[in-house]
């Protein structure tokens, strides 16, 4: 009788198990499918589904954040600041006038040569002044003989031409001197050449030695440069040009200064694409009164746009497929249609959606991926 007990409750609950199990089955679906394909993009989750647990939903929000760029440029001088300077002409250097670290300002003597080349276009510019002179005086005297009935009109005319002529020698020479930064007003003729500093600045290099015979092809043998301020020239990739016209802050940091950060301002943005980058050159003036910035140093930039509403959901939630990336989005009760988005990243890993979802719709933001198999 005891068997016959414990055999009739085994076969009790042997029975219990398989009609729990055939009503799981039948909750699931008719065909045993938990996820059922309605048309291309609209899946549905068969009721009962153990799937409905691993899924998170969330509303789609807006949220304030500031998107930024990342990028590294190069620090330069401001080339209007900024001056390399050779020989004009051949000559020996007779004379110098600075030291490093000299501040001079736009004029200042920097160094003597003394060259032949000069002294012929010195000699050039003071002949061509006398003769305009003479021929000047010449032209007037024979206006005033013409004027007096003594002169004819062809000899004035003859004087008016050789002074019209002796007048373009004088401004082709008066030219020449200016491209060589002659003082035409202090000129005396076997002098050497005084270089002069086209900038206002600090002395950075000066390798001047007296009595070297330099070439006009020399390197620069002196460079002023003010560096109050200097740029910062960056490349924007292409997919961030669009966010550049927005930037309301861009902070700088140096691999020698990398605890502080240094502010700086968009004052350029390139026209024109680097074909073989596929970069927009950007160049952004810095406050460098400190001296922190020195040309030639690399630096690291985080460009920050102005807080706008986005809306910014768990990277979790978007899935990828041969026509772009996509959302579940819930359009009923277990059914969900897969809607194209486009993204880019935040700096903190999740994702920006520009396009394809609106403030209200509900989206499957964890354990979309157990829907895909």
């Known amino acids: 009788m005891k068997q016959n007990r414990i055999f009739s409750t085994?076969?009790?609950?042997?029975?219990?198990?398989?009609?729990?199990?055939?009503?799981?089955?039948s909750q699931q679906s008719a065909d045993g499918q938990e996820v059922?394909?309605?048309?291309?993009?609209?899946?549905?989750?068969?009721?009962?589904?153990?799937?409905?647990?691993?899924?998170?939903?969330?509303?789609?929000?807006?949220?304030?954040?500031?998107?930024?760029?990342?990028?590294?440029?190069?620090?330069?001088?401001?080339?209007?600041?900024?001056?390399?300077?050779?020989?004009?002409?051949a000559?020996?250097?007779?004379?110098?006038?600075?030291?490093?670290?000299?501040?001079?300002?736009?004029?200042?003597?920097?160094?003597d040569i003394a060259s032949s080349d000069y002294s012929e276009i010195a000699k050039d510019y003071s002949n061509s002044l006398s003769e305009m002179k003479q021929a000047e005086r010449a032209f007037n005297r024979a206006k005033d003989l013409y004027y007096n009935r003594v002169a004819s009109s062809k000899e004035m005319e003859e004087a008016q031409t050789a002074y019209n002529?002796?007048?373009?020698?004088?401004?082709?020479?008066?030219?020449?001197?200016?491209?060589?930064?002659?003082?035409?007003?202090?000129?005396?003729?076997?002098?050497?050449?005084?270089v002069h500093s086209p900038v206002r600045g600090k002395v950075l290099k000066d390798d001047l030695v007296i009595g070297e015979y330099l070439h006009e092809d020399a390197d620069a043998k002196v460079i002023v440069a003010d560096l109050d301020k200097v740029w910062l020239k960056a490349n924007i990739s292409e997919k961030?040009?669009?966010?550049?016209?927005?930037?309301?802050?861009?902070?700088?940091?140096?691999?020698?200064?990398?605890?502080?950060?240094?502010?700086?301002?968009?004052?350029?943005?390139g026209g024109m694409l680097d074909p073989e980058t596929r970069t927009l050159q950007t160049v952004i003036e810095c406050d460098n009164r400190n001296g922190i910035l020195i040309p030639n140093m690399y630096a690291d930039l985080i460009l920050y746009q102005s807080v706008r509403d986005y809306i910014i959901i768990p990277k979790e939630a978007v899935l990828q497929r041969e026509?772009?990336?996509?959302?579940?989005?819930?359009?009923?009760?277990?059914?969900?249609?897969?809607?194209?988005?486009?993204?880019?990243?935040?700096?903190?890993?999740?994702?920006?959606?520009?396009?394809?979802?609106?403030?209200?719709?509900?989206?499957?933001?964890q354990g979309a991926f157990y829907l895909t198999k």
Do not use: W
């Open 323 to 365: 026509n772009g990336r996509y959302v579940l989005r819930k359009v009923g009760e277990r059914l969900y249609y897969r809607t194209l988005v486009n993204v880019h990243s935040t700096a903190d890993g999740r994702l920006i959606v520009t396009d394809g979802l609106h403030v209200g719709d509900e989206i499957i933001t």
């Open 240 to 269: 961030d040009v669009p966010m550049v016209s927005n930037i309301q802050q861009v902070d700088i940091r140096t691999v020698a200064n990398n605890d502080s950060v240094i502010h700086g301002k968009i004052i350029y943005l």
């Open 10 to 25: 085994a076969t009790t609950v042997a029975v219990l198990f398989i009609m729990l199990a055939c009503q799981s089955n």
């Open 91 to 111: 000559g020996r250097v007779v004379k110098d006038y600075i030291h490093l670290g000299q501040t001079v300002n736009v004029g200042t003597p920097l160094f």
């Open 165 to 194: 002529i002796a007048r373009e020698e004088y401004n082709h020479s008066l030219a020449v001197a200016k491209e060589y930064q002659l003082n035409v007003n202090n000129l005396i003729v076997g002098q050497p050449m005084t």
């Open 36 to 89: 059922k394909q309605l048309g291309n993009d609209t899946i549905e989750i068969a009721k009962g589904s153990s799937l409905i647990s691993k899924l998170k939903h969330e509303q789609v929000s807006t949220s304030p954040y500031s998107e930024t760029i990342q990028t590294t440029g190069v620090i330069t001088p401001i080339p209007t600041q900024y001056a390399e300077i050779a020989v004009p002409l």
